[in-house]
T-cell receptor, first 113, second 114 residues
Framework: NAGVTQTPKFQVLKTGQSMTLQCAQD?????MSWYRQDPGMGLRLIHY???????DQGEVPNGYNVSRSTTEDFPLRLLSAAPSQTSVYFC????????????FGPGTRLTVL | AQTVTQSQPEMSVQEAETVTLSCTYD???????LFWYKQPPSRQMILVIR??????QNATENRFSVNFQKAAKSFSLKISDSQLGDTAMYFC???????????FGTGTRLKVLA
């Protein structure tokens, strides 16, 4: 099993550009989530999904869109990047019934100029 | 709303010694889970240990153990016989079943000195 994979590992954008961060898992997990990690602020939940076709907002959803068309994939879209979205982004997944362990991807470091 | 507080931004410990990282949380719920995650320089988040709130016995995983004080809402991590590979950022996290939302603390950066 590859576990949770994220692409790209690094990305630089200009203000106003759009992009999609990819996340995939091969563990048949129902639950997937996106976090951003900023210095001194820990990890904050952006969006999450409890299954294909079902998504909901987390703590900091503004400026981000998600969709879940398959169990395996959970892409995060930045529609118009802003410098405030410079961060490290993590995708995570787990079984919904036992959400007591999340498996994390390796992260994407995004810089918005 | 639940909150998780880690009051030690940075700590250091000599190799082979013991160190304790602090975490406090705030909740009015009775059923929840607490976790410690490790993030080494590679950036990968790794689960270190977890504790179910209904269990009175403190969780242990090899050199890692917790001191879970439910009434005080305290959940500290003790690392025994510290190793250079323990150098990492450590995050405390809280999860209440049914909310689908983890709450993370701001982290403690631990450096193990040779």
């Amino acid at each position: 099993n590859a576990g949770v994979t994220q692409t790209p590992k690094f990305q630089v954008l200009k203000t106003g550009q759009s992009m999609t961060l990819q996340c995939a898992q091969d563990m048949n997990h129902e639950y997937m989530s996106w976090y951003r990690q900023d210095p001194g602020m820990g990890l904050r939940l952006i969006h999450y999904s409890v299954g294909a076709g079902i998504t909901d907002q987390g703590e900091v959803p503004n400026g981000y869109n998600v969709s879940r068309s398959t169990t395996e994939d959970f892409p995060l879209r930045l529609l118009s990047a802003a410098p405030s979205q410079t961060s490290v982004y993590f995708c995570a997944s787990s079984y919904s019934r036992s959400l007591n362990e999340q498996f994390f991807g390796p992260g994407t470091r995004l810089t918005v100029l | 709303a639940q909150t998780v507080t880690q009051s030690q931004p940075e700590m250091s410990v000599q190799e082979a010694e013991t160190v304790t990282l602090s975490c406090t949380y705030d909740t009015s719920e009775n059923n929840y889970y607490l976790f410690w995650y490790k993030q080494p320089p590679s950036r990968q988040m790794i689960l270190v240990i977890r504790q179910e709130a209904y269990k009175q016995q403190n969780a242990t995983e090899n050199r890692f153990s917790v001191n879970f004080q439910k009434a005080a809402k305290s959940f500290s991590l003790k690392i025994s016989d510290s190793q250079l590979g323990d150098t990492a950022m450590y995050f405390c996290a809280f999860y209440q079943p049914g909310t689908y939302k983890y709450i993370f603390g701001t982290g403690t950066r631990l450096k193990v000195l040779a």
